[in-house]
Structure formats: C-alpha cells, structure tokens
C-alpha cells in the first residue's frame, strides 16, 4: 500500500483510507490491482523477456481494459528498471529532473518499489512511496518526477493516451528541495 511523505513538513500518512482521501485531495489517481493475480514466476523478477512482459499484461487485461475505457487510454506496455538495465545511472538522473506532461501519467506497480514526487498548490512537493499493485496517475500539467528507492527495482504497467504524446517538459522549480 502507498505511503505519503510531505517534505515540508515531514508529515506522513498511512493507511488505504487516508492514502487515497490526500492523493483524492490532490487529484491524483489511486487503485489496487490485485498482486496475487501474478504468477509466481513474475513474483519479484526484474529481467523480463518480452514474453514474460506480454504475461504481465494478460495477467490484468481485465484491468487495464477497465482502465482503458474509463480513461481514454490506447495504448499500454511494460517497463522494468533494475541495476541489469543498461545506462541505469543516466535513466534515473533523467527520470529526477521536475517535468510535466500534457496527458496524464499512469503506472501500476507490479513489482519493486518506486517513488513519484508530486507538486500540490498547497503544501508543495510531496512523496508517494509505491508497493506492487498499486496504480498511480499523475495529473497532466502538473510538476513530478519519479525515482526507484534504495533497491532499484522495479515493474510497471505503463498506459498512454496518446503514441507520441507522451513527452516530458523539463521545469526548473525553485521551490523544489531534494530530499
Ligand atoms: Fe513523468
């Protein structure tokens, strides 16, 4: 389940009611796939071949499909990131730079754990910690950036609206202090 992590203040919150009702306040899309759908051979596997990849989508098409047709989404893969991918260093300094999109940004963890940092109007950039099944989308137009934690691990569904809509405009945010 995710967790929030507020950096001014270093107010956490915890717990699937409190979790979605912040991430609700902010907008911000919060589900639950159901992790034990996945078969144990995708369990915590970060090298995945494409049909291993194609497994995790028919696992939760039904979800994704669901998704799709609430959404608008067309179009939908697989991401895994582990120290196994090359130019992991460059991937991640490039995922930690602030930066917006004009569709929104949709994720459902699998496996491992990352982190979205998200912009709120009201009390700054805020943390929320991702375990896997849990599905995050980050509203178009608003400053994030994503990063992995300390194991640098991860599986994600990705979902897009667009094919070649899915573009990055970096933001240089003064008011954004790393953690
Ligand atoms: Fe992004």
Redesign the pocket.
Known sequence: MAQIRIRNTNERIEGQEQVKAFLDSQQVVYEHWDIAKLPDSLREKFTLSDQEKAQILSTYDAEIRDLAARRGYEIWDVISLSDATPNIEELLKKFEQV?T?TED?IRAIVAGKGIFIIKSEELGYFDVELEPGDVIS?PENTN???TLMDNRQIVAVRLFIEKDGWI?YNVDDPEFVKA
């Open positions: 930066h999109h940004e980050v994030h950036f994503f990055a």
